[in-house]
């Protein structure tokens, strides 16, 4: 008898979630129904760790917020509104075609019970993360619909598509965004992007896990994912308060790769800030200085996060006529150029290493594998080209300045381009 009442309880599970499911409750009428049926607390989160419901045999709770899951063996739930904790087993939920839906985390005192049916168990686990799944994609077709619209705005304000201020804020206010606080660009890019070994859904559940991040720090998310880039338009309060900006923000980009560690594993990304702008008009001019002070804190600094305010000349280069920079380039570097194009004696290449080793003969020789005699004879023999004195600083300047327009000019075909 006892055997037929579980096999008969087991059979009405499933039937009982396809009802809380066409009666529109959701996370929490099925997980309500597994707890019920199992007398046994629980919790079920999404696929990056964040809470979906919390139920007991008697009910299931709102204040999602408050219900803090510590992954572990056994895992350890948090229930700050209650003051309660408890052990927890996990399990993750795998639909049919092999997609993760997600974790249940399931009071672990279930399992001690001589009346509990391991397999029983696991053929509703099937059923409840095939539902669990179905759930998700309905929920992500809806939130696809909006999301158009709202890409589409981002899109524009980072391409400087928008110039009318007041169409501006109010297009913004559809998704409470206010835009009274002066705003920068953090540009996050994902190193080693492949389309083809799940990057892009790596992404995305970072700025799901991101935007859940921020809604904690009282931050309504402006976020957009783009191809291997995910921006973020920031709020600040003050256009002038540089340093305490920069903390605030160096603070929430640590807080929210820390939030992604579980998701992202040893993956980096490289981080750019642009400079904050009164106006959305100008948005996209913090979204390119975003870009240019990442690919310039890696190449030339070393550094994976850094501001555009921090590139030094490089940030005046970049802010010059282009024209003028180019007749510079070319009136300092024309005439070694067509030299190493005749000879190929590598002057241009003797050179950029000299000065980038501080002008230190023995580093210079050893950066290019080449004997220090042989480097001297390439210095010796610019000097009388172009009829100048390397011990002289303004010459070096002078130098240094066209090499800088040439490592922007480089950067800014690959930002163009895309390419790396």
């Known amino acids: 008898m006892d055997r037929n009442q579980k ?13 809380d499911l066409a009666a529109g409750k959701s996370y929490s009428g099925m997980l309500q129904t597994i707890c019920t049926s199992y007398k046994v607390q629980a919790v079920l989160t999404d696929d990056i760790f964040q809470t979906l419901a919390f139920a007991d045999e008697n009910k299931s709770y709102k204040g999602l917020e408050y219900i803090d899951v510590l992954d572990g063996n056994p895992s350890i739930v948090f229930d700050r509104l209650r003051n309660e904790e408890w052990t927890a087993r996990r399990f993750e939920l795998v639909s049919d075609n092999l997609e993760r839906a997600g974790f249940l985390y399931v009071n672990d005192e279930i399992f001690e019970r001589p009346s509990f049916n391991r397999d029983d168990f696991q053929k509703m686990l099937v059923f409840f993360s095939t539902a669990i799944q179905a759930e998700n994609r309905k929920r992500k077709e809806v939130l696809q619909q909006g999301l158009r619209f709202k890409e589409a705005f981002l899109y524009d304000l980072l391409y400087g598509n928008l110039k009318e201020e007041g169409n501006i804020r109010a297009q913004a206010e559809t998704w409470n965004w206010g835009l009274n606080a002066p705003h920068t660009v953090i540009a996050f890019e994902l190193q080693k992007f492949d389309t083809l070994t799940g990057d892009e859904v790596l992404l995305e559940r970072c700025m799901r896990k991101w935007e859940t991040t921020l809604i904690k720090q009282l931050i309504n998310p402006m976020m957009l994912k ?9 709020p600040v309060k003050h256009i002038s308060k540089i340093k305490e900006n920069e903390k605030k923000i160096r603070d929430s980009i640590s807080l929210l790769i820390k939030s992604i560690e579980k998701i992202s594993g040893d993956r980096e990304f490289h981080v750019g800030i642009g400079r904050p702008y009164a106006y959305g008009k100008d948005y996209f001019r913090s979204y390119q200085e975003a870009r240019v002070a990442r690919e310039i804190g890696i190449s030339k600094i070393g550094e994976t996060v850094i501001f555009f305010q921090d590139i ?28 190493d194009e005749k000879t190929e004696a590598d002057l241009i290449e003797a050179l950029r290493a000299y000065i980038k080793n501080d002008l230190d003969l023995k580093k210079t020789s050893e950066a290019m594998h080449m004997h220090r005699n042989s480097v001297r004879y390439r210095l010796t023999k610019i000097e009388e080209l172009l009829d100048i004195d390397l011990n002289d600083l303004s010459v070096i300047i002078k130098f240094s300045m066209a090499f800088q327009i040439e490592s922007l000019a480089k950067m800014r075909d690959r930002l163009r381009t895309g390419r790396r």
Do not use: A
């Open 7 to 19: 096999l008969d309880l087991h059979s009405t599970i499933p039937v009982k979630m396809m009802n």
């Open 226 to 234: 783009k191809r291997n880039e995910i921006i973020l338009f920031y």
């Open 312 to 339: 030094g000349l490089l940030k005046l280069l970049y802010s010059h006529d282009p024209q003028e920079l180019y007749e510079y380039y070319h009136d300092t570097l024309d005439e070694l150029i067509m030299h």
